[in-house]
């Protein structure tokens, strides 16, 4: 893979379910913390971006659980990006730190509402430039 960021994080307890494993809506909570802390390294600001009236939503997601994390377990997310027309596809996997065991997989698809209408976004392109 082609990866241009990662970023760790832990398994906190409340984060799992009864049967001790994350529960999956958590991984997405882990896919989209990393999203924001890759945009804060391309020198954008989720928060100073929606006050200029340019929100990057989520309009699609495809998303493969491998191996269940558990709490405690140090995660190891991982992003690639491509830009397919105004579509920002992100590709994330997460890893068990502990092993580089890969627990999931996500293809996240992001799009701009510029004051509310779709639209791409000059902003976002100059940031990812780089990375595409």
């Not at 893979?1 to 409340?14: A, G, H, Q, S």
């Not at 989520?58 to 998303?63: C, E, G, I, S, T």
């Not at 976002?124 to 990812?128: E, Q």
């Given at each position: 893979?082609?990866?241009?960021?990662?970023?760790?994080?832990?398994?906190?307890?409340?984060e799992c379910d009864i049967e001790g494993i994350v529960n999956n809506a958590n991984y997405?909570?882990?896919c989209e913390h990393t999203r924001h802390l890759f945009l804060q390294q391309c020198g954008l600001s989720f928060a100073e971006m929606h006050q200029k009236g340019v929100d990057a939503v989520?309009?699609?997601?495809?998303?493969r659980y491998k191996v269940p994390l558990r709490p405690d377990d140090i995660i190891v997310?991982?992003?690639w990006l491509e830009k397919v027309g105004i579509k920002y596809v992100f590709h994330q996997d997460l890893f068990r730190a502990s092993d580089e065991?890969?627990?999931f997989r996500g293809e996240i698809?992001?799009?701009c509402l510029?004051?509310?209408r779709l639209s791409g976004s000059e902003d976002?392109?100059?940031?990812?430039a780089s990375y595409l």
């Open positions: 893979m082609k990866y241009i960021f990662e970023t760790r994080m832990e398994v906190r307890d409340y997405i909570h882990y989520v309009a699609r997601m495809n998303l997310s991982r992003l065991t890969l627990c698809t992001l799009v510029v004051n509310g976002y392109d100059r940031a990812f």
